[in-house]
């Protein structure tokens, strides 16, 4: 048996194929030249190819297409877009004011009473939970009722609402829902007055509903059922019969008969439609409804009727939004009356106060959005004067804010100087001033004239320095950061920063202000670049030191991921600062759960970091840096491997730079030996003893090459190998693969015929006279030098590899698997081949393997077919 033999060199020059220096990379961006191809489409525009189209024809404006979207989703969200509004916000409403869990009865609630469960408590005896006010209990003999079945009673009545109108019972139905409204006069317990508002107006949408549909059907229908006429959509009373105009106005004498006068306005804002069977101009109707909203004594009660009259009104075909404006500003008397009264008796904002404020908003909020809404298109501007912007008198605080949330950003933006003095001039204490003008600048950031940017930041500046707090503080300052950066404000980036500064010093910096302070420093970390500008900012890093807890976490990560976007970080003092950084992060990695995105995230940052620090030619300061990362970050399985292989490019860079560093890569070695084993891969581990092997190997450490091999054989296999004998031959490491692949179960046949067709591939290089490639180091000589002309070497390699010929034939015959086993013959004779010269001792192997081929493959596969055409060579030199 003798190795065939190869000249490397010759071989690659031969199979190579023949290349040519490129001007451009294949993948760049081409430029125009006589090489490109101009392809022609035949005039077809249906298709548009963007690897294809120019930047000057066919392409398609992202622009455009958001635009194509928005106002798509605008014409959908148009149809049917006040009751589904409505429906949404009674939904909110009922999140927002879950109510106390007993209800007191008045005595205007007696159709509660009816079938629910009343009980009796006194003030003593009643939990604290559900006492809203403890002076409304100030007298025994209260009686009360779950919400629950307060709730349900409603339900009832609904339901008993209905019942008779299906009876053709119209008087019980109309009795029914007067009860109904009647209910909406106790405000007793105010947090349950949204939820019995809701519950009300369902009631009275329902009977609006029917009686429309009802009066709609005499017009249109005879009591014969012939047909009169059919309704257009934008319909007027010239069309209605003189009976569907009787019943009609029959329902609003009776409903005009009614007593009480918020039931009254309630059922005729509930029947409101109906008036275009009456009017031509049915609109008008609204002034009177108004009007009579003022008379209402109870603020909280006119302030839900308001509510539920812009809410019918928009049912109206042509609605005038002046009666809206006229609501707002009725509103803005009662609250400013409200709010002087308490500051007058030195209550100011107390805690029924805050509930009276908190339960009128959802109101105003909606009244304001139906007014902006109708009016955008054509009068806003009037609208603005009319609800008050540009007078001088001072606005309610709660209703400006949510004028200014509804606003257009065009409005918001001509108008912000006039909107900051009045934000300056409104000081009551319905919202809190700051929301305002944080939402101003909120605002304007959406779109605004550079010249009226810096008078209102201007501005903002000298009323927050007034500022003591620092919750109010950071709450203006973050609406206003992404301004002053985009417009390069530099010298009011510092004052902010050190206001900020100064604060946090005095006050330190509560959970409440973190939110805030996390917000402007990711605005900050966004706009800059790099970090060193970042670290260059005034007081930045002070700041940030006093940050704690999750926010500072998520301005870490942001931190750490800018400081990995370049290729390398060479700066000492940002490698510190980053260091730093980093533990912090790893402090807070919940290694219970490692599958959480954030902790992946965390560790991969922290991983990456390490890998990109280079302290270029200081290798000793990168190996201890190295060293101290292994200690800090030592529960973070990723970058163990990483450390591994940071040390031995290290190793290899001081390699370089000649032989005095060779203490150094023993050092470097010894970290990545040390290193490995804390890996908790085994597959892992191999690899990385593997790459460490033959780093030293390149720098003519045999023994630790050695050593490094062991352990990478020790993790195939469970049982130690070694004795530690330093005697054991150039074909130890194969035999001992040899060992490991007939004592593991786990292993295939598959498996076992690869590893060994390899280890017959590498004793067939090993015995050639010049190895296809070298140590780059002096001292490190290669096997072809070593043993050149050494029987014993020789003879070594072919012993081994005519037991790995047995063994390779036996676990072919093994396969289950035909087609398999067919498979891993041919590759079998194509390493023989390539490896031995024909022989008496090698030919046998060989043709039981062809054979087993032969009989398990397919005559006409390809692989057989190729196989037996390569191999003819090698068996016409035998013959």
Known sequence: MEFRPRNYTAEEATYSLPRSHADTHPLSTPSPSHHQVDVVDHKKDDFYDPLRGSDANGKVSIDNLQDEENSSAVSKADVGLPEKEWTSFKKLLMQRFSGPKMVSISKMSDVIVKSGKVHEKTSTTMPLEELDDPQKFAEDGIKVISQQEYVSRLHELKDEVARAWRADDRVTSLKVSIKVARLLTDTSVLQFYPTLFVLATDVMDMLGNMVWQRIKQKAEFAEDGNVICSLPENFDEKYICLDAKETCSNWFFKIGSIRELLPRIYLELAILPCWRFLLNRPMDVLERLVMMTRGIADPLASAYCRLYLAHCAQKLPQHNTRYLIICINDMEILLTRFLSEKEATHEKFSENCGSFVSLTEPAIEYIIKCIIKESYQTRAGEVLMDLGLGRKQPCVSIILHHLLKELSSELVGSNALEILQLIECSKDYSFDQCLNYRLLGFRLSERSQLDIINAVVDKIIQVVSAYNNLDEYLKVIDAYVDIILQNQMDNHLHVILDGIAKRA???????????????????????????????????????????????????????????????????????????????????????????????????????????????????????????????????????????????????????????????FVKSCIAYSEVTIPSVPSRVRQFILYLETAEIALLGGLVSHSDGLLDSAIICLQTLDLMDGNAERGVTYIPRCMLTLINSQSWMTSRMRTMVLCAIVSLAATLSQFKLPYHANHEEMLGNDHLFFGDPTYLQEL??????????????????????????????????????????????????????????????????????????????????
């Open 798 to 879: 072919l012993s081994l590899s005519a037991l790995i010929l047995q063994n390779l034939v036996d676990f072919i015959m093994q396969e289950p698997s035909r087609v398999a086993r067919g498979s891993m013959a041919l590759e079998a004779c194509n390493c023989i081949a390539s490896s031995f010269n024909p022989s008496h001792e090698v030919l046998p192997f060989f043709s039981k393997l062809m054979e087993t081929a032969k009989s398990c493959l397919s005559s006409n596969d390809k692989y057989l077919h190729s196989t037996i055409k390569c191999t003819a060579k090698f068996l016409q030199t035998n013959t």
């Open 505 to 663: 010093c005095n006050e330190g910096i509560a959970e409440i202000e973190l939110t805030s302070l996390q917000s402007i420093f990711l605005k900050l970390l966004a706009h800059f670049n790099n970090l060193e500008d970042i670290f260059s900012l005034t007081h930045f890093i002070e700041i940030l030191d006093m940050m704690h807890g999750s926010s500072r976490s998520m301005v870490n990560m942001h931190i750490l991921n800018i400081a990995t976007r370049n290729r390398c970080i060479g700066d000492p003092t940002i490698i510190q600062f980053i260091f730093e950084v980093s533990q912090s992060l790893h402090d807070g990695i919940d290694y219970s759960n490692m599958r959480d995105d954030d902790n992946q995230q965390r560790a991969r940052l922290i991983s990456r970091f390490v890998n990109m620090v280079d302290y270029g030619t200081e290798v000793e300061r990168q190996l201890a840096f190295l060293v101290e990362c292994r200690g800090a970050f030592r529960s973070i399985n990723e970058l163990k491997e990483t450390l591994v292989r940071s040390s031995n490019c290290l190793a290899v860079k001081a390699m370089k730079d000649g032989k005095k560093h060779l203490s």
